[in-house]
């Protein structure tokens, strides 16, 4: 549950262990009590492990709907593949961004070159329900904006801060930007947004609240600023317009009722062409048998 100190103070939300393919990942969101921040709707911060040429995240082919991908690596190198025919490695600095709309199959592999330290996030952003029965599609930036304020620098690598925008394409008004705070900082906010911010490395203090690597604090929308505090952490800022939609979340798939979440998964496993076609050496994913089967109520925000 929230830990609120105060009404206009940051929440605080623990993330958890979870499993991506042979990686361990915090899972900093949907957390209990928060389940998304503006459109976005899924965080998680897997590595800093080893990896091979041969062996990486090793993510096998897996659909999505109904969402965007954003892959940010901090350290190391990953392969994406999707059914569109996209190739592309991702290095530091650099962002994926992967559209599913009605449907989509990728896979994050082994570079075949890369040996190191791998380390990055892989976060969803809930699409509108105008777009979402869309066509799928990718993106990939090599350059990004980069600001620097006095103890605070990093990218954006979604949507925009202050005027300074990635060019890719969202539904509704966002930020993602990874920074580093060195020293106290007064970080400007847009109002209409609610933020999270995590700590990847460093212990943190946002307005005076000490936050420990892999906590969540939450801000709700009416902030103008956020003051943070570190003698050098590494942090993401995640921001947005609320999303005023209900949302079903579930497996890979972001959709409205349990009835299309459902059917996405059948279609799956019948290999329909919604889908599309990817073969990869990793295994592809099997879709797990849905908890409202099992007699539990489906959760929408
Ligand atoms: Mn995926």
Redesign the pocket.
């Known amino acids: 549950m929230p830990d609120e100190s105060n009404s206009s103070g940051p929440e605080l939300f623990e993330s958890h262990q979870a499993t991506v393919g042979r990686f361990s990942v915090a899972r900093s969101l949907p957390v209990v009590g928060r389940r998304m921040i503006g459109a976005w709707c899924f965080a998680d911060h897997f590595g800093p492990a080893d990896v091979s040429p041969e062996s990486g995240l090793d993510?096998g082919p897996?659909p999505?709907t109904g969402l965007q991908?954003v892959t940010w690596i901090t350290s190391g190198q990953v392969l994406h593949r999707d059914s569109l025919g996209s190739e592309q490695v991702i290095r530091p600095g650099e962002v994926n961004l992967m559209t599913a709309g009605q449907g989509i199959t990728?896979a994050?592999e082994a570079t075949g070159h890369y040996a190191g330290m791998l380390e990055g996030v892989q976060l969803w952003i809930a699409q509108t329900d105008a777009t979402r029965h869309g066509e799928a599609r990718f993106e990939h930036r090599d350059t990004l904006p980069r600001i620097a304020f006095s103890s605070f620098e990093g990218t954006v690598f979604a949507g925009a801060f202050e005027g300074q925008a990635t060019g890719t394409t969202h539904d509704t008004p966002l930020v993602g930007l990874d920074a580093h705070v060195h020293g106290e900082a007064a970080v400007p906010l847009d109002p209409t947004f609610e933020y999270g911010v995590i700590s990847l490395a460093g212990d943190l203090e946002i307005e005076s609240r000490s936050v420990s690597t892999g906590t969540l604090a939450y801000l709700r929308p009416g902030r103008d600023e956020v003051t943070l505090r570190s003698s050098g952490a590494h942090v993401l800022l995640l921001g947005g317009q609320p999303f005023d939609e209900k949302i079903l979340m579930w497996w890979?798939f972001v959709g409205r009722s349990a009835d299309e979440l459902d059917a996405a998964a059948s279609q799956w496993t019948a290999q329909d062409d919604r889908f599309g076609r990817l073969t990869s050496d990793l295994p592809a994913f099997d879709a797990p048998e849905p908890y409202w089967r099992r007699g539990a109520r489906p959760v929408t925000r």
């Open positions: 993510v897996h999505h991908t990728h994050e890979n």
